[in-house]
């Protein structure tokens, strides 16, 4: 049998959905017919995919629901937002939009973005860990590649450390959190900070020196009382944790 000269992007064509397939491009053989051979590499290929956004997304496929809902879920992202990259490591990167662009439960979408902000910080640069000494004189600083900032409304965050270590998760629950996502020892972990200490880190995130976020946490009422007797134990787990790092 001969083959049309564009029967790889028609195959292609088939695979994603966008084109009927078309059974004169098979031969068939003894399990299935033409159309049949066509659906079992259709299948394998979708089955990829939707593998591939899930070990991306575990902690919102927690939260989901059964396996069935899941793969239904994901299989309507892929459908309206196809891969463009040629890696599978970003086969997830629009998936918090399109959550959102479908109003989604607010829990589930936050915990598309600890999914994705722990899949980016592993791929992330690790900067120069400060001696907490260094951060006594107040220098310039960043957040280190690695690090981002999450403020979540539910403690999406508790659950996810439960789905990774198989232990049974806690109940959805309703709160204030600030999260810390970073990477330590090669592995990424979340940290609940929260409060004060947490919103100098927002303040350094968002190109503030040291002093100025000061001022802002005093102008958000936070006491002097409460500055002095919490500044050196924050600033020491931001360097022991490397969340931080010098501007240069």
């Known amino acids: ?5 564009d029967w790889q992007t028609r195959l292609v ?8 397939p078309d059974a ?26 939707i593998g591939a956004v899930k070990t991306e997304v575990r902690g919102w496929a927690k939260l989901h629901g059964d396996d069935a809902a899941v793969q239904a879920t994901i299989r309507a992202y892929l459908s309206d937002c196809p891969s463009e990259s040629w890696t599978l490591d970003d086969i997830a990167l629009r998936f918090v939009g399109w959550l959102e662009s479908r109003d989604a439960p607010l829990a589930e979408i936050e915990m598309a973005r600890l999914d994705r902000a722990v899949n980016l910080g592993f791929s992330a640069a ?35 450390s ?33 409060g004060t200490a947490f919103r100098i880190l927002e303040c350094v995130r968002d190109g503030k020196t040291v002093p100025q976020a000061l001022e ?22 931001y360097a022991e944790r490397s969340w931080v790092e010098i501007a240069s």
């Open 13 to 20: 064509g088939f695979l994603h959905g966008s084109e009927p």
């Open 24 to 49: 004169s491009l098979f031969a068939g053989g003894k399990w299935h017919d033409a159309l049949g051979q066509i659906g079992v590499y259709q299948e394998q290929y979708w089955l990829r995919l």
């Open 126 to 160: 690790a900067g120069v860990d400060p001696e907490p000494a260094e951060l006594a004189s107040m220098p310039a600083l960043r957040l280190q590649p690695h690090v981002q900032l999450l403020r979540q409304q539910y403690n999406v965050h508790s659950i996810r």
């Open 216 to 237: 802002v946490v005093f102008s958000e009422g936070v006491s002097a009382d409460e500055l002095q007797r919490g500044l050196g134990g924050w600033f020491k787990l």
């Open 162 to 194: 439960a789905v990774l270590s198989e232990t049974e998760a806690p109940e959805l629950v309703q709160g204030d959190y600030g999260v810390v996502v970073f990477r330590r020892n090669r592995k990424m972990r979340h940290y609940d900070l929260g």
């Open 1 to 5: 049998m001969s083959l049309p000269p």
